[in-house]
């Protein structure tokens, strides 16, 4: 690919922002969300290559991570003549849906009731496989970590998302904060928001000034967006707004998100028309 048909300021968002590894894959993954799944009838092999080559990944890397993300069952080929048109299985479709309704359901205004969910999680000491597994899902759920096993989110409703496994044990209480403690000391020591603030701002900082022109460099915008976003919800706790900072910068990157996506789709969707 010509070097004038590649996006340097797009390339360098994606790669500080891929979610697991390896980068083209978790690129792959954006893209078969937001461009594949709306399209049933699939796409030819090479519409998926030529994607993540205007991404900036090697030719090798993008077939790759084409044939990889088939052979582990979140693609299925079929070969017509001498090419293969690629769908999405039942089974990652569903995944994408679920994803697409948590990408785009995150962002907004948080109420909250003054009630607390906190969760005590005992995993025998020799088990620390299943501790980093359980600990994990529970970061992942939004859940903050008070220290000596005990967990806790303002999310009562998020209980139906965890559940032990043997020999490990769970208990939980519905609460609200006592005349002892201190509701800002409690959220600090439960979650990083310094850290977290700094992923929001560069967010804002990295597409406020993107300005694509033209299909291909609107494709390559919209998916470093999309891509950029979908680490929120995993990221952030969703607080209330009552917990945050007045200055928190989660509302502001949220409309940014849903000005340039709507902005970017048309010319975006198009763009991956003519590859597929």
């Given at each position: 690919?010509?070097?004038?048909?590649?996006?340097?300021?797009?390339?360098?968002?994606?790669?500080?922002?891929?979610?697991?590894?390896?980068?083209?894959?978790?690129?792959?993954?954006?893209?078969?969300?937001?461009?594949?799944?709306?399209?049933?009838?699939?796409?030819?092999?090479?519409?998926?290559?030529?994607?993540?080559?205007l991404l900036g990944f090697t030719p090798s890397a993008a077939r790759q991570a084409v044939v990889r993300s088939a052979r582990e069952g979140w693609l299925?080929?079929?070969?017509?003549?001498?090419?293969?048109?690629?769908?999405?299985?039942?089974?990652?479709?569903?995944?994408?849906?679920?994803?697409?309704?948590?990408?785009?359901?995150?962002?907004?205004?948080?109420?909250?009731?003054?009630?607390?969910?906190?969760?005590?999680?005992?995993?025998?000491?020799?088990?620390?496989?299943?501790?980093?597994?359980?600990?994990?899902?529970?970061?992942?759920?939004?859940?903050?970590?008070?220290?000596?096993?005990?967990?806790?989110?303002?999310?009562?409703?998020?209980?139906?998302?965890?559940?032990?496994?043997?020999?490990?044990?769970?208990?939980?209480?519905?609460?609200?904060?006592?005349?002892?403690?201190?509701?800002?000391?409690?959220?600090?020591e439960a979650w990083d928001l310094p850290a977290l603030r700094e992923h929001y701002e560069q967010f804002i900082a990295d597409f406020s000034r993107l300005?694509?022109?033209?299909?291909?460099?609107?494709?390559?915008?919209?998916?470093?967006?999309?891509?950029?976003?979908?680490?929120?919800?995993?990221?952030?706790?969703?607080?209330?707004?009552?917990?945050?900072?007045?200055?928190?910068?989660?509302?502001?990157?949220?409309?940014?998100?849903?000005?340039?996506?709507?902005?970017?789709?048309?010319?975006?969707?198009?763009?991956?028309?003519?590859?597929?």
């Amino acid at each position: 690919m010509a070097g004038q048909d590649r996006f340097p300021a797009v390339e360098d968002v994606l790669r500080r922002r891929s979610v697991g590894a390896p980068a083209a894959r978790s690129t792959l993954l954006t893209i078969l969300g937001e461009y594949l799944l709306p399209r049933p009838d699939g796409v030819w092999q090479e519409a998926l290559i030529e994607s993540l080559k205007l991404l900036g990944f090697t030719p090798s890397a993008a077939r790759q991570a084409v044939v990889r993300s088939a052979r582990e069952g979140w693609l299925r080929s079929e070969r017509v003549g001498r090419r293969s048109r690629m769908r999405l299985t039942a089974a990652s479709a569903e995944l994408l849906r679920d994803g697409a309704r948590r990408i785009y359901g995150f962002g907004g205004p948080v109420s909250w009731d003054g009630r607390w969910l906190l969760l005590v999680l005992r995993v025998p000491e020799n088990r620390r496989e299943l501790r980093h597994r359980l600990t994990t899902k529970l970061a992942w759920a939004g859940f903050g970590s008070l220290g000596g096993g005990l967990w806790i989110t303002p999310h009562v409703d998020r209980e139906a998302l965890v559940s032990a496994e043997e020999p490990a044990q769970m208990l939980s209480f519905r609460a609200e904060l006592g005349a002892l403690g201190d509701t800002e000391k409690v959220i600090n020591e439960a979650w990083d928001l310094p850290a977290l603030r700094e992923h929001y701002e560069q967010f804002i900082a990295d597409f406020s000034r993107l300005r694509p022109r033209g299909g291909a460099s609107s494709f390559a915008a919209q998916t470093a967006l999309v891509h950029a976003w979908r680490r929120f919800p995993f990221i952030d706790p969703d607080l209330p707004d009552d917990l945050l900072p007045r200055d928190w910068p989660r509302r502001r990157a949220h409309r940014l998100f849903q000005d340039r996506h709507e902005k970017w789709a048309p010319a975006a969707q198009a763009h991956f028309d003519t590859l597929a």
